[in-house]
């Protein structure tokens, strides 16, 4: 079952939104900004016209598949690893863009969204806006790489489950390999 679970959440998460947002206004996003399939990149292509159902979509695809698994999930168990990072995983290497997917952000969000509500989209933005405006990291990759891995450090601090630590690490690593031409 955690294999199947696993496989549909990736196919969801693989749904390039943004990429078919922008196509439905005839633009290519990825010819814009770095030239990946994401809302940043719909932004600069079209404006927030393009940018929010993208943002909400790509949110969406990784929020709802995994909110409907883990709710009333009384035992977190391994079998979270997988099912929570798919969606993130196909997002980032899509196989209908060739596996040239996005930055996986918004997923990203979104499946922390599914797995803790809105704690980790609050605690991860404001960290990559302290970050940016107080102490001047100008890099987005350092910024959201290091936002992701300081969740990690916080979900054991507030003594969450050993599975969602792993998980947040996974996602972390996903997340800079996404962002690897930045470093």
């Given amino acids: 079952m955690i294999l199947i679970y696993s496989i549909i959440f990736f196919l969801i998460g693989s749904i390039p939104f943004s990429y078919l947002i922008g196509r439905l206004a005839n633009i290519d996003i990825r010819e814009w900004g770095d030239h990946n399939p994401g809302a940043t990149n719909a932004y ?9 159902p993208s943002l909400i979509l790509d949110f969406s695809k990784g929020a709802f598949p995994i909110y409907l698994y883990t709710n009333g999930l009384t035992n977190i168990n ?12 196909g997002h980032a290497f899509s196989p209908f863009l060739n596996f040239k997917g996005g930055k996986a952000i918004a997923v990203t969000m ?22 940016k405006y107080i102490i001047g990291v ?4 350092w910024r959201i790489t290091s936002s992701i891995l300081l969740y990690s450090i916080y979900i054991l601090i507030m003594g969450h489950n050993l599975i969602l630590f792993i998980i947040a690490i996974i996602n972390a690593i996903i997340i800079a390999i996404k962002h690897r031409d930045e470093f």
């Fill in 44 to 52: 600069l292509a079209g404006g927030i016209k393009l940018a929010l």
């Fill in 78 to 89: 391994l079998a979270l690893i997988p099912i929570s990072i798919a969606p993130i995983l």
């Fill in 110 to 131: 979104g499946v922390w969204t599914g797995l803790l509500n809105f704690q980790a989209p609050i605690i991860i933005g404001s960290s990559h806006l302290f970050q």
């Fill in 138 to 141: 100008n890099k987005n990759c």
